[in-house]
């Protein structure tokens, strides 16, 4: 899966909110959004950051 941080980080705090947008971009079909988070879901840490964020950016489901 090539390189994979070693500990969870949020998207902005390390990667930038150009990276959230191109995979926005690439999970614009239904389908593919639903097979992509649930693999990343599947990922502890991942799983965790997602369901302690109390405050989720509904800006980047525009």
Same mark, same amino acid.
């Given at each position: 899966m090539g390189n994979v941080p070693s500990s969870p980080s949020r998207p902005t705090d390390s990667r930038g909110p150009g990276q959230v947008r191109a995979v926005g971009?690439? =999970?614009r079909d239904d389908h593919?959004?639903? =097979?992509?988070t649930t693999g990343l879901l599947r990922r502890p840490d991942v799983a965790f950051l997602a369901m302690s964020d109390d405050c989720p950016d509904y800006r980047l489901m525009a």
């Open positions: 971009e690439l =999970t593919v959004a639903a =097979t992509v």
